[in-house]
């Protein structure tokens, strides 16, 4: 096995550092939470306090960035919007009206 004294993912902990959220991260990753939330449980165990810098990251970072729940519908309303050349409609299937009463225009 592997030693924790060397990350497993040294990355995620440079982003972790940095005050990128764990939801974030597995966006970026296309891994899912669980999983970096575990690599963050790890990290404090064999280096106790890396979650409180973790966390004192993410409070310096700006609190009116968008969540990712508002990226990933923003992705979504501009990929609409590519292949329709339209803004979509409440008349629309289900994906369609969802993003039409999101949108802010």
């Not at 990355?11 to 959220?21: C, F, H, N, R, S």
């Not at 810098?53 to 923003?74: D, G, I, L, M, Y």
């Not at 501009?78 to 802010?104: K, N, Q």
């Amino acid at each position: 096995m592997t030693s924790w004294n060397i990350s497993r993912h040294p990355e995620w902990d440079q982003l972790l550092l940095a005050g990128i959220t764990v939801r974030e991260i597995a966006e970026l990753c296309h891994r899912g939470p669980a999983t970096i939330h575990y690599h963050l449980r790890r990290r404090e165990h064999y280096e106790p306090g890396f979650r409180a810098k973790h966390e004192a990251a993410v409070a310096t970072r700006n609190n009116h960035r968008p969540s990712s729940t508002w990226r990933r519908q923003a992705n979504e309303l501009a990929a609409f919007h590519a292949e329709h050349t339209r803004l979509p409609r409440s008349t629309g299937d289900r994906a369609e009206r969802s993003l039409h009463h999101w949108h802010p225009g």
